[in-house]
Nanobody, 114 residues
C-alpha cells in the first residue's frame, strides 16, 4: 500500500482547501478509503469515509456540511474538499485504507489561522 497526500497549506478561517491522495500498490477500485487527521499530542481522529461505489460517504460530526469526500478510480485518487475551514481543523491529514490510520501515507499539513 502506497499513499501520497498533497494539497495542504496555510489558509484563513472560512477558506477552502482540496486535499488529494494518490494510491498505488493495491487494487484501488471499490476499496473503502478514509481520511484521518492528527494534531500534536492527540490521537488520530477519523474524518471521513467513502465506500467503493463512490456514492456512500460518512463524516465525523464536526465536519459535516463543510467537507466533501470523493474519488476518481481511473486516477486512483481520493479527494477531500474542505470548505468553511476553522482553526480547530488545523492538523496533519492522512488518507488511509482503514478508519484507524494503520495504513496511511506521510500526510499533508493543514493550518487554519488568520
Amino acid at each position: 500500500v502506497h499513499l501520497v497526500e498533497s494539497g495542504g497549506g496555510l489558509v484563513q478561517p472560512g477558506g477552502s482547501l482540496r486535499l488529494s491522495c494518490a494510491a498505488s500498490g493495491f487494487p484501488f477500485t471499490r476499496v473503502v478509503m478514509n481520511w484521518v487527521r492528527q494534531t500534536p499530542g492527540k490521537e488520530l481522529e477519523w474524518v471521513s469515509t467513502i465506500h467503493g461505489d463512490g456514492r456512500e460517504t460518512e463524516y465525523t460530526d464536526s465536519v459535516k456540511g463543510r467537507f466533501t469526500i470523493s474519488r476518481d478510480d481511473r486516477k486512483r485518487t481520493v479527494y477531500l474538499q474542505m470548505d468553511s475551514l476553522k482553526p480547530e481543523d488545523t492538523a496533519r491529514y492522512y488518507c488511509s485504507t482503514d478508519r484507524f490510520g494503520a495504513n496511511r501515507g506521510q500526510g499533508t499539513q493543514v493550518t487554519v489561522s488568520s
